[in-house]
């Protein structure tokens, strides 16, 4: 894998439909109808608004035989249409529903976590090596005929692993771990490599950006090593939905597209399926952009893994590098303006811990309490909470410079032999990292794996150039988390410094930013709300729910509330939130804390005030005064 310069990776192509994946084709889209299998006319008309939006597949949740039959008359209803998307069934617990689906889908989805062993009950079981091979065999045994229904009918498979349904097999010998996850799908891959079925397609997905980025990292290590070259299907699940769902998905998607892996995107928002298109569509066009970028010469630290990356050792310079959180650095320069001051007015949730700006500091009036200022080198007078940043040509004046922090902004092409001894001599130097290349992963990358070959421990602030209007936040939003995803998994970052040069108002530039990182899950500045994007499965009215939940636990600052449409992932996913909110069954809702269910069967009119009853009885409301 070339750390450095984006490159796809090699993949046998698929046939699905009409509509071959992996090979030399485009990155796919797809999303999920949100209808009822049983109700023809409606899983048509959704079907049909997702290919018109841009879907490329429609993926169908397949709970019974009866669902899978009914594909039959859906997939004709499409046709007649004159719309030649292919279906995905989707298919969990009963591996009967897989055989009669393959038959009228063009793939079938089946969830190693269910296919052949019990739903996950947290159980840990014992198995001797003899034991756990012989439901190996058992696994071989249900999935081969499966298979070569898929043959005789022309129908492609997804082997698709959620972290939130881990068998209890699985957990057992691997662990809760992305080791796991990766061994769940590589015993069902080892079957079809046997069996000689290649129209295989893979996923491995969580709803934690960090679990899931190394676990697809691990996945096409492991494939590769043992010759597979099945194509990937991308996604963060119960992503969530608005600005957040976009950014968690950006992040994580982002992350691993930069690194040329993936082949199929799902973006899944808890909104209409047909919203999540236009948002794939952006974030796969925005990381494409680098192809055939001018080669980056870049070297790879000695004991970098990417496969299981760790922070990078710096020296911490005030409250930045170290053990610290990542900084949040905003700019309020309006280079249209003459480079005049942008309005300082701060975002009431979001404040950034450093401002730059430029050749001139805000009145005392305006500076908001806790947030330090960056100013121009040659204007620095040494004003309490402010310090000084140096251009590269400046170098020389660094050592004169009496502030325990300083800021040097360079670029890979700048790393010469004087600032490697500049550095060397002033660890209080904090390097903000610049890139104008096509790809600027590989160009941040370069610079910091060369500054840490050179054991300089200097922190390193990632800068993001963008230039978007108002209107374009979301394209900003998509952009920057992606392009920030692969350098805050790889540990790279000490800080991040989004800069937007248009009409893109900064209180959403700082928000962004803020976003992003808790995105990664490198720092927490509001509640996170794991939240599916809902199917045929969910009874309860999901988006309507989310928004209550929301709207009674916005301040909640630090907690991780999932709002699930039902048990697939529900159960699993509860294990990584502190309170869940989970369908049931119809017009029915159960409530966890962490991983157990304390209230089952709650009528869903009520469940919203009883969750935030059960936040409260466990002291986890500090505005609450019983």
Request: aromatic share 6%.
């Amino acid at each position: 894998m070339d750390l450095f310069n984006y490159r796809r990776r090699e993949t046998v192509e698929v046939h699905i439909g009409a509509t071959p994946l992996g090979g030399t084709n485009p990155v796919r889209l797809q999303s999920m109808t949100n209808t009822s299998t049983m109700d023809t006319a409606a899983s048509v008309a959704q079907t049909l608004r997702i290919a018109r939006a841009g879907g490329e597949y429609v993926r169908l949740t397949t709970q019974g035989v009866r669902e899978a039959e009914n594909l039959r008359e859906i997939n004709a209803g499409v046709r007649a249409a004159g719309c030649m998307v292919p279906l995905v069934a989707d298919v969990h617990f009963n591996p009967r529903v897989a055989d009669v689906a393959a038959l009228y889908a063009e793939k079938v989805r089946i969830n190693p976590g269910n296919y052949v062993d019990a739903a996950r009950t947290f159980r840990h079981l014992e198995y001797t090596d003899g034991e756990y091979a012989r439901e190996l065999e058992r696994l071989e045994a249900r999935l081969v005929p499966f298979l070569r229904i898929c043959r005789e009918n022309h129908t492609a498979v997804r082997i698709g692993v959620n972290h939130g349904s881990l068998s209890d097999r699985i957990m057992s010998r691997y662990g809760d771990t992305p080791e796991g996850i990766v061994e769940s799908c590589m015993e069902f891959l080892r079957v079809c490599v046997r069996e000689g079925f290649t129209d295989v397609v893979v996923s491995v997905k969580a709803s934690n950006t960090a679990v899931m980025v190394r676990s697809v990292r691990l996945l096409a290590d492991a494939m590769e090593r043992e010759g597979m070259k099945f194509p990937l299907h991308l996604g963060v699940t119960e992503a969530g939905d608005g600005e957040d769902g976009r950014i968690k998905s950006a992040v994580g998607i982002g992350a691993l597209l930069s690194d040329g892996l993936g082949d199929t995107v799902r973006v899944s928002l808890s909104e209409a399926p047909e919203a999540e298109i236009p948002v794939a569509r952006k974030l796969v066009d925005h990381v494409a952009r680098r192809e055939g970028a001018t080669m980056i010469p870049g070297l790879a630290a000695e004991g970098f893994d990417w496969l299981r990356p760790a922070r990078r050792e710096t020296a911490a310079v005030r409250d930045i590098g170290g053990d610290n959180v990542p900084v949040v650095v905003a700019d309020r320069m309006d280079l249209a303006a003459g480079g005049r001051l942008k309005d300082f007015r701060p975002h009431p949730d979001f404040r950034p811990d450093y401002v730059y700006c430029g050749r001139g500091l805000p009145a005392a009036a305006d500076r908001e309490e806790g947030t330090a200022y960056i100013v121009d080198a040659d204007v620095w007078t040494g004003e309490e909470g402010t310090f000084p940043a140096f251009p590269p040509d400046m170098l020389p004046f660094v050592g004169g410079c009496r502030a325990g922090l300083k800021f040097l902004f360079l670029t890979y092409g700048a790393l010469t032999e004087e600032v490697r001894a500049c550095l060397r001599l002033h660890p209080e130097v904090v390097v903000v990292s610049q890139s104008g290349h096509r790809n600027r992963l590989g160009e941040h990358r370069a610079l910091i794996h060369e500054l840490t070959r050179e054991g300089l421990r200097n922190p390193v602030i990632i800068f993001q150039q963008y230039a978007h209007s108002q209107e374009e936040k979301e394209d900003f939003q998509i952009e920057s988390a992606a392009d920030m995803g692969a350098l805050l998994f790889d540990g790279l970052c000490d800080g991040i410094y989004l800069y937007n040069n248009g009409t893109l108002d900064h209180r959403d530039i700082d928000a962004t930013a803020f976003g992003i990182l808790q995105a990664a899950r490198l720092r927490t500045s509001k509640t996170e709300y794991i939240s599916c994007p809902g199917c045929g499965r969910t009874l309860y009215d999901l988006q309507d729910t989310l928004a209550r939940v929301k709207a009674a636990t916005a301040h909640l600052k630090g907690l991780k509330i999932a709002v699930m449409g039902c048990i697939v992932n529900g159960p699993g996913e509860m294990a990584d939130a502190d309170y869940g909110y989970v369908g049931a069954a119809r017009g029915k809702v159960s409530l966890y804390r962490r991983k157990e269910c304390v209230e089952r069967n709650i009528p869903a009119e009520e469940a919203v005030e009883r969750l935030l009853r059960l936040i409260r009885e466990n002291g986890d409301d500090p505005e609450y005064q019983a």
